[in-house]
């Protein structure tokens, strides 16, 4: 339990563009607070000013002495105000791509009062709509230059990169896997990491342990998000309510690497409990890890090494069912 | 210009799961009336409660009058309001099923009130997100009693399915055309056809002519939204702004079996002024209906009873590019 | 076992596009005979042409004596003779569309003779590549006519649509379970049913088990082939080898309906041996059958009266993992 | 025309994995030289094996000094022999790995000997098919370093990856833009660039002028093969066939970087005549050329800088219809 986190609104309402009002009843920020600890996590995620912001220091100060949670991350605002509508940090208004530099080193403030090592950046709203929109060869140094801008004011902060192929952008600048060890790469700086969301990575094609490992084997995996989606969008479920074999998988490789970071839920529950529905979150990653365990390193990589798919699917049913 | 419409939400504000509180700024329903009248369109359709209720009835009387413009559709609200939440016609709760025949049927009445021929429903919470969710069998059965009451119950009424393979459920049940043409047949009644969404279409991985073809040659083609997407996902962008082959195919096919409904247009845009938005729009259908007229239905004929990909191709670029 | 079938053609030699002379060796009939026999399978399906003709009907009288195998279906060659190039049902040539039917009918006579029920048809080359390639209405008429006509032509035997969103054609006319549906009920016969192919059924973006359930509330499941895909295109691995609730759901829904027919193995393990790959599916979809049989029909029910996914995901989870 | 090229076997014949047999008649290498500068075409590229080795050398040299035909690029083949199925670069046996350079190597032999400046990569069976099949970190290595050699041991060869998400291979290990361009980058050579191809570029959800300029702003894009899709899979069309404004878009940005290398045509014209789906692709070509020329650099970067998609796709429209 106690590598698993919760990013805050998980256990919050939801709503979309057709149910504007919301899915349910909204929650006050002590109330999801409660609900998080009531599941018996002991760390929690917050999306900045939704959560986190200077008027609410104290509030989560207190909150997370109170229910003995750690603060695992900090996601900064670049994408639900309405400064943000035309990109952070591609923004083609200046003043909003210093904005957005500025907002993430505000959050990396308010990470170290409350004693949080790491800002996970999702740049939700860099991208673009429609083709001949956007000038991508600006877009690409923007981009780099702002986040690398935030590594080097803030040296003592981790940074950490939440690629995804779409949404809310038809088409986002960091879309994979590869174009954030692309980015990171190119900053020269070392406190810069990627998040790897299962559903993003699902969504971009991507064999989510394939994508873990590109990240562990450079050093550069620091955060992770789970939930779960049919592969065609970010439907953001219950994490292993659809996939089994592909999570094992995941989990797997995390035990080979050594992953030590946390790993946080990031759901939207639209019309479930949100507190049942990270519950169940949190068991299924329970239950995977246990089946990675139970897999014997040196048979698993005597397969791998075979490239025997055959052997590896047995194995997997052997696992999973026992036969 | 006379057979187009716009969906009056679609001049106004658009919000997503993100950026909750919208883009950009509100709009009054009148306004939204002058916006549509301004870029000299002659019609409108509109979402039930959002823009027409018992409350808004004298207004849009007063304001369809002042600005000339008929009124084609009316959207019932199944999916905005909480009450929809896990289903309109397929709810597990038997009141909100009786509920959305009730809501349907009381736009009926206002669709008379205002002289609009048609009632486009669209189920869009009619659906589940989740394996081992929903009883498919008993689904199948409410949807369509649900659909069949309300036509036989209003029989001087157009009834038309608007069927989406996803969204905001992770699974519509009325998910593509041959779903809705199933559904019609079943039903027994004759007010009942279907409304082809180009953007859906393309979701669903259909070609959009095949589709309108498949309801065309039934005579169940009873209404067109327009919008444009990148084909994965509903991204509910301006129509023409990604596609052009596609779309002269299928105004050709439109032409060939002498559709005379309305074309509305149906977009999302977010971060656009919905205004210059659609009316882009409508420059690209008329120049897409101005190109499917410059062809020669003999010719064009003659192509398609040969399946001739080469020549095919190659009028097409005379037809774009006189070459 | 005794369900279960494998299509003759899974356990010989596979080629791709590029790999045009095939991965691994090829086999004879009598040793792919053996291969499925060897496997402990029963029953066994074949391919018109490659498997069965006039050529080879005694050699399958007798080797289906030899080992004890049952003939559950042929699949006419409509997709493997250059004859088929622009179509089976639907080619432009009346030639051809007139061989569609007699090649279907003759394999009617050589399955009465070895004592198969069940005639498959996969209209692979039945589609279009190009917009404005296909006359969609003629196309639409010739499908429903030829197949209409084997079936009245052949009143003793049962004859089954397999529907595929693509590939060969980018187009396939028969896309997914609603359009068999709706041809079915136009063409008035009764001796016509659907084929389920799980991976079709994935890259149609459908889930499963509701196409199992939309066919089998009308009567008209006839078969089923398995294999396992990542989504995206029909990739014909090891049933079970990806999805696992899914599998679950679907064997759950055919054990509730009652599902009487064969279960066919259909695969192309290109790169694995093809006995090994077959084997691996049985033993994968047995698996599934005791989950499904250890899941509580009441409880189910309830779960699913309420549309409640929390607690579904929870039962599957204490199915797969006791937890 | 100068910058057009073809791929030799584009008209030629081309099989699947039904009609394994293929669709037509096959060429003789002879009258593939002659179909290609039959289109005015000046300029052919080849894979390797197929249509140059040591054996078809003299008479590949014959041919193009006939036909007046420059050799634009040699594609190796690590793809088309049993040998490589289970991979080339990475495959799991130590013999298979070095094989795939010395095959680079050869072809660039043979590359020198015919005046050809670049060895295009495609890495078809560089992947896998199942999950826990493969050693990604292992792979990931492999596929740098025999990579690397190759481009140090043929320092006066260009040397080009052509990547694609998925088949042969159900994951290509080199799936996108950006992996090839970490791949690159840590190669630390300075003969290795990127060919796009359009469809690849497509089929991973990339805008492609996007990925396009990734490449060009970082100096490496070497080469381009053309065809169209559905966005789903790589059809292989005729470029053109489908996307209008993406190609217009790409075109546009060759220009404004100053792209001089060569276009080739990389299709599969199943069902055409080759050569004359080669041509519509090369007419197509020139007719996007043509309308990107007729852009206003000043008018679209000005567009670009605001991100004005109302301004962009009424631009578009203007150079497409005028209006």
Same mark, same amino acid.
Request: charged share 25%.
């Given at each position: 339990?106690?590598?698993?986190?919760?990013?805050?609104?998980?256990?919050?309402?939801?709503?979309?563009?057709?149910?504007?009002?919301?899915?349910?009843?909204?929650?006050?920020?002590?109330?999801?607070?409660?609900?998080?600890?009531?599941?018996?996590?002991?760390?929690?995620?917050?999306?900045?000013?939704?959560?986190?912001?200077?008027?609410?220091?104290? &509030?989560? #100060?207190?909150? !997370?002495?109170?229910? @003995?949670?750690?603060?695992? +991350?900090?996601?900064?605002?670049?994408?639900?105000?309405?400064?943000?509508?035309?990109?952070?940090?591609?923004?083609?208004?200046?003043?909003?791509?210093?904005?957005?530099?500025?907002?993430?080193?505000?959050?990396?403030?308010?990470?170290?009062?409350?004693?949080?090592?790491?800002?996970?950046?999702?740049?939700?709203?860099?991208?673009?709509?429609?083709?001949?929109?956007?000038?991508?060869?600006?877009?690409?140094?923007?981009?780099?230059?702002?986040?690398?801008?935030?590594?080097?004011?803030?040296?003592?902060?981790?940074?950490?990169?939440?690629?995804?192929?779409?949404?809310?952008?038809?088409?986002?600048?960091?879309?994979?896997?590869?174009?954030?060890?692309?980015?990171?790469?190119?900053?020269?700086? &070392?406190? #810069?990491?990627? !998040?790897?969301?299962? @559903?993003?990575?699902?969504? +971009?094609?991507?064999?989510?342990?394939?994508?873990?490992?590109?990240?562990?084997?450079?050093?550069?995996?620091?955060?992770?998000?789970?939930?779960?989606?049919?592969?065609?969008?970010?439907?953001?479920?219950?994490?292993?309510?659809?996939?089994?074999?592909?999570?094992?998988?995941?989990?797997?490789?995390?035990?080979?690497?050594?992953?030590?970071?946390?790993?946080?839920?990031?759901?939207?529950?639209?019309?479930?409990?949100?507190?049942?529905?990270?519950?169940?979150?949190?068991?299924?990653?329970?239950?995977?890890?246990?089946?990675?365990?139970?897999?014997?390193?040196?048979?698993?990589?005597?397969?791998?090494?075979?490239?025997?798919?055959?052997?590896?699917?047995?194995?997997?049913?052997?696992?999973?069912?026992?036969?």
């Amino acid at each position: 339990m106690n590598k698993f986190s919760v990013i805050l609104g998980n256990v919050g309402q939801c709503s979309d563009r057709y149910m504007t009002g919301g899915y349910g009843r909204p929650f006050e920020l002590e109330e999801m607070f409660e609900r998080v600890a009531s599941i018996g996590v002991k760390a929690v995620e917050y999306v900045g000013n939704w959560h986190i912001s200077d008027k609410t220091l104290n &509030q989560v #100060l207190r909150l !997370t002495k109170q229910y @003995g949670l750690r603060s695992v +991350a900090i996601i900064p605002d670049h994408f639900g105000s309405d400064v943000w509508g035309k990109g952070a940090f591609t923004s083609p208004d200046a003043k909003v791509k210093q904005l957005a530099v500025r907002e993430t080193l505000h959050m990396a403030e308010l990470a170290r009062a409350i004693d949080c090592p790491l800002i996970s950046i999702w740049n939700g709203q860099d991208g673009y709509d429609y083709p001949l929109q956007a000038n991508y060869a600006d877009a690409d140094k923007w981009l780099t230059e702002g986040i690398t801008k935030c590594c080097e004011d803030a040296p003592d902060m981790k940074f950490s990169l939440e690629y995804k192929p779409k949404e809310p952008r038809n088409h986002s600048f960091l879309s994979n896997v590869w174009r954030s060890l692309t980015l990171i790469s190119e900053s020269g700086v &070392q406190n #810069l990491g990627v !998040t790897i969301d299962v @559903g993003h990575s699902f969504e +971009a094609y991507e064999d989510v342990a394939e994508a873990a490992v590109a990240a562990m084997k450079r050093g550069k995996l620091f955060h992770l998000h789970m939930n779960d989606n049919w592969k065609f969008w970010d439907d953001d479920m219950i994490a292993g309510s659809i996939h089994t074999i592909e999570y094992i998988e995941l989990f797997w490789w995390l035990k080979h690497f050594g992953y030590t970071g946390y790993i946080s839920t990031d759901q939207y529950p639209y019309r479930e409990d949100g507190k049942c529905a990270v519950e169940q979150s949190i068991k299924w990653m329970q239950a995977f890890e246990r089946a990675a365990a139970n897999i014997d390193d040196k048979r698993m990589l005597a397969i791998l090494a075979k490239n025997d798919a055959v052997e590896s699917t047995a194995y997997m049913r052997e696992i999973l069912f026992g036969c």
